[in-house]
């Protein structure tokens, strides 16, 4: 089993900055693969970044890269979700989740191919 936990979100200006944090527990084994998700109304959940926490290979959404950075403290069972010059376009639900993929990628998978999720956390970017 594993747990997820996110925090970090909020409200900020176009080109603006935030953080997302999500602390993990549980097996270590069963979230090789972490990443980071977003939901905005009326669409589908879709990938964000995600990395292969055992050798730290990151991938990114072709919407966010340059802009979001994908991190991880072992140390502390945490992965980050580092946002710079946002845009409206990126207000969503953020969610972390996380599994031990092993038919599928861990190059942005879809969705339905991780089990375990956190509760999300909420970014809205205002223009």
């Known amino acids: 089993q594993v747990q997820l936990v996110e925090s970090g979100g909020g409200s900020v200006q176009a080109g603006g900055s935030l953080r997302l944090s999500c602390i993990a527990s549980?097996?270590?084994?069963?979230?090789?693969?972490m990443g980071w998700f977003r939901q905005a109304p009326g669409k589908e959940r879709e990938g964000v970044a995600t990395v292969y926490t055992g050798g730290g290979i990151t991938y990114y959404a072709d919407s966010v890269k340059g802009r979001f950075t994908i991190s991880q403290d072992n140390a502390k069972n945490t992965m980050y979700l580092q946002m710079s010059s946002l845009k409206p376009e990126d207000t969503a639900m953020y969610y972390c989740a996380a599994d031990a993929l092993f038919s599928v990628s861990c190059r942005i998978p879809p969705p339905s191919a991780l089990h375990y999720w956190g509760q999300g956390t909420q970014v809205t970017v205002s223009s």
């Open positions: 549980g097996s270590t084994y069963s979230r090789s693969c």
